[in-house]
T-cell receptor
């Protein structure tokens, strides 16, 4: 149980276009999801916390107008990279808060590799 | 702000040797600590989760200890195998967030 999926697994887009990444909890309801990005040979950096039915909370330095997050249901959160630039190329990973009440465990998706040309 | 440090950054051992990976954190007010494995270009695989009230967790050849007072955790991997080659990440959960270390990249030589 506690499986999280991401789609697509990889995407290539042209500079200036927008790209949407989906994060789904397959077998549990997730009121909270998290979005991370990881540059090559670096660790994961939290971008934002996504709560179902409310606005996302962004970490300092993350542009909320560039990285649009929508958590419209208890099983789906989306990250849209708007007007993408080559420096947005990265590995984006989502996670979802576990199903047990009071549990702070996060379950991670397999990641999405974004390349902006 | 929680700072998580992992030492060493890289480790190369012959097959069969035991692995010891270290993780330290600055704020002891944590809810849990997780160890993950990440293969190149892949997502995270959760290895062990230690709740703040626990001192260790074991799963097969893996054992992780937690000392909150000193801000340290250690991951032991017994009798290493080439398939254990990967990057191992330590993540500390405090409040609603996970703070990650930079990882230890392990190479097990056959």
């Amino acid at each position: 149980g506690a499986v999280v999926s991401q789609h697509p697994s990889w995407v290539i887009c042209k500079s200036g276009t927008s790209v949407k990444i989906e994060c789904r909890s397959l077998d549990f309801q997730a009121t909270t999801m998290f979005w991370y990005r990881q540059f090559p040979k670096q660790s994961l950096m939290l971008m934002a916390t996504s709560n179902e039915g409310s606005k996302a909370t962004y970490e300092q330095g993350v542009e909320k107008d560039k990285f649009l997050i929508n958590h419209a249901s208890l099983t789906l959160s989306t990250l849209t990279v708007t007007s993408a630039h080559p420096e947005d190329s990265s590995f984006y990973i989502c996670s979802a808060r576990g199903p047990l009440l009071g549990s702070y465990e996060q379950y991670f998706g397999p990641g999405t590799r974004l390349t902006v040309t | 702000k929680q700072e998580v440090t992992q030492i060493p950054a890289a480790l190369s051992v012959p097959e069969g040797e035991n692995l010891v990976l270290n993780c330290s954190f600055t704020d002891s007010a944590i809810y849990n600590l997780q160890w993950f494995r990440q293969d190149p270009g892949k997502g995270l695989t959760s290895l062990l989760l230690i709740q703040s009230s626990q001192r260790e967790q074991t799963s097969g050849r893996l054992n992780a200890s937690l000392d909150k007072s000193s801000g340290r955790s250690t991951l032991y991997i017994a009798a290493s195998q080439p398939g254990d080659s990967a990057t191992y990440l330590c993540a500390v959960g405090d409040d609603y967030k996970l703070s990650f270390g930079a990882g230890t990249t392990v190479t097990v030589r056959a």
